[in-house]
């Protein structure tokens, strides 16, 4: 299945029966038990989240119930596109907003806090995280001046005004439309692993401003009044250590910012560094919204004022930071060769010049032994040879810094030819082997590029 922003494998499969179920794989034993524990404990309250089914030994693999295909992102695809909000979208969205309350007050009774990913709550700590993450993933990237001094002296100050708020449920912290699934009519939660305690305010804020979704202010303030009437029917103040005023103007104005800024941190690390479309296409919602929020509050204009500032600079930079990637990556093609360094350099007919020639020589030649004589990089023991030895992985490793950054900027500047030649001694073990090798590393990490390759004394006999 398609993955999402991380790095999980989910695959769709099916028991002898014809049940369909989730499989999923995960890097990171600790996220993995922390959605695990928590999905379990969610459901023992009854609340919409996928039963887990099966758990490997090692926790790095589990299965989970199937919830079909339809996010509620793409359940209200016409509203946010064309602002064509249909009762069914609106009546969907007021569910979840109902949901969300019961997965914070209720979920929060009796969770083990410890099994949190990665940290169990809400802290200062994890504010200053999100806040540089802004900084120097995005603000720092943009060519905006300001004053560094100042802009962690405004840091402090909204750290602070967010640290005044209770934390006494359990905060979702991702809690956007592509995380809420649609089964059977209902709105169902994943992707809750990185959840903690914390205040109620942060996943409202995540929600209704979710830079992409595009709510109108008037249907914000409908949603927003859902919740809180489903608040007070679970008799929210009785369930927490704490009796929280509501307030619905400043503090949760405030979360909002401090949000926003996060999602600019991350929109400027998936799409400006990783130069992922998605999240570029994102940024100017999320600079859209930063304004607003600042245009329609006077309170957070006065308390923070550099902010301000930035904002209305981002305004003016939207248009050049958000640029599009350019579309040469469908039309660059990188010829890659394998060749014997006895018989010459390849030629490059697309008439260009340049790109790479890289000697493989100086890794341990498979030819040298009799067994692997008449075979070639294609082989599978000839592959295992220079794999387990290792010399060449080393190499391929310095090789492909080199390449994925020429490629990259080939694409940014619109050209459409590279080529790539490794040589060896007879162009038949360690040249081959490094040519298909690279050819493999290109097709996963830039999939929309061409990619030819050619063994030029295996081709020519």
Same mark, same amino acid.
């Given at each position: 299945m398609? =993955? ?7 695959? *769709?499969? /099916?028991?002898?029966?014809?049940n369909?179920?989730? &499989? ?8 993995? +038990?922390?959605?695990?524990? $928590?999905?379990?404990?969610? &459901? ?13 030994? #090692?926790? $790095? @693999?589990?299965?989970q ?9 793409d ?6 596109e ?12 007021e ?5 969300? /309350? ?8 009796? $969770?083990d806090?410890?099994v ?13 995280w #999100?806040?540089?993450?802004?900084k120097y993933n ?7 001046d ?10 402090e ?20 439309? *592509?995380?809420? $699934?649609?089964y ?8 809750? =692993? ?10 409202? /804020? ?12 008037l249907?914000?303030?409908q949603?927003l009044n ?8 679970i ?6 250590? @704490? ?20 999602v600019?941190?991350a929109?400027?690390?998936?799409? %400006?560094?990783?130069?992922?479309? +998605?999240?570029?296409?994102?940024? !100017? ?5 930063l ?5 329609n ?7 923070? !004022? ?9 305004r003016?930079?939207?248009e050049?930071?958000a640029? !599009?990637?350019? #579309?040469?990556?469908?039309t660059?093609?990188?010829d890659? %060769? ?9 030629a490059?007919p ?17 030819g ?5 004589k008449?075979?070639?990089? %294609?082989? =599978? ?16 490793? +310095?090789?492909? /810094? ?22 060896? @001694? ?6 081959v ?20 390759? @050619?063994? &030029?004394? =295996?081709t020519?006999?």
């Amino acid at each position: 299945m398609k =993955q999402s922003g991380s790095n999980r494998i989910y695959s *769709r499969e /099916a028991d002898p029966s014809g049940n369909t179920f989730i &499989r999923v794989q995960g890097t990171s034993r600790t996220e993995n +038990h922390a959605f695990i524990t $928590m999905a379990r404990h969610f &459901r023992a309250l009854n609340l919409p989240v996928p039963e887990i089914y099966t758990v490997s030994q #090692d926790e $790095m @693999t589990y299965t989970q119930q199937d919830l079909g295909d339809t996010l509620l992102f793409d359940y209200i695809r016409s509203g946010r596109e064309n602002g064509d909000w249909t009762e069914e979208q609106i009546s969907m969205l007021e569910k979840t907003m109902r949901q969300l /309350a019961h997965i914070q007050v209720e979920g929060a009774q009796n $969770m083990d806090w410890s099994v949190c990913y990665p940290i169990p709550a809400f802290d200062r700590k994890s504010i200053f995280w #999100d806040l540089n993450y802004f900084k120097y993933n995005f603000l720092k990237l943009t060519g905006i001046d300001f004053s560094e001094p100042e802009l962690e002296n405004e840091f402090e100050k909204l750290a602070d005004a967010l640290l005044e708020v209770p934390c006494d449920v359990f905060m979702y912290r991702d809690f956007q439309s *592509r995380n809420v $699934m649609i089964y059977e009519n209902e709105p169902y939660f994943i992707d809750f =692993q990185g959840g903690r305690r914390g205040p109620i305010y942060y996943d409202l /804020a995540s929600f209704l401003w979710q830079a992409k979704a595009n709510y109108p202010q008037l249907l914000r303030e409908q949603l927003l009044n859902a919740y809180f009437d489903e608040l007070e029917k679970i008799n929210y103040k009785s369930q927490i250590t @704490t009796a929280l005023p509501i307030d619905r103007n400043y503090k949760l104005q405030t979360f909002v910012l401090f949000r926003t800024l996060q999602v600019l941190g991350a929109y400027g690390f998936r799409g %400006l560094i990783e130069r992922k479309q +998605h999240f570029i296409d994102s940024i !100017p919602f999320a600079i859209k919204n930063l304004n607003e929020l600042f245009d329609n509050n006077t309170d957070l204009k006065a308390e923070l !004022p550099l902010l301000y500032i930035l904002s209305t600079e981002l305004r003016k930079k939207c248009e050049r930071i958000a640029r !599009p990637c350019p #579309d040469a990556n469908l039309t660059l093609t990188v010829d890659i %060769l394998s060749f014997s360094f006895k018989k010459g350099l390849p030629a490059d007919p697309s008439g260009n010049g340049g790109g790479y020639v890289f000697d493989c020589r100086s890794t341990h030649n498979p030819g040298k032994y009799e067994e692997y004589k008449q075979l070639t990089g %294609l082989d =599978q023991p000839v592959i295992d040879f220079l794999e387990s030895d290792g010399e060449i992985l080393t190499f391929l490793d +310095h090789v492909y /810094a080199l390449v994925d950054h020429h490629v990259e900027r080939f694409i940014e500047r619109g050209f459409t030819h590279l080529q790539i030649a490794f040589g060896c @001694t007879g162009g038949q073990h360690r040249s081959v082997y490094s040519a298909e090798a690279t050819a493999k590393h290109l097709r996963a990490k830039y999939p929309g590029i061409n990619i030819c390759v @050619t063994h &030029r004394e =295996q081709t020519n006999g």
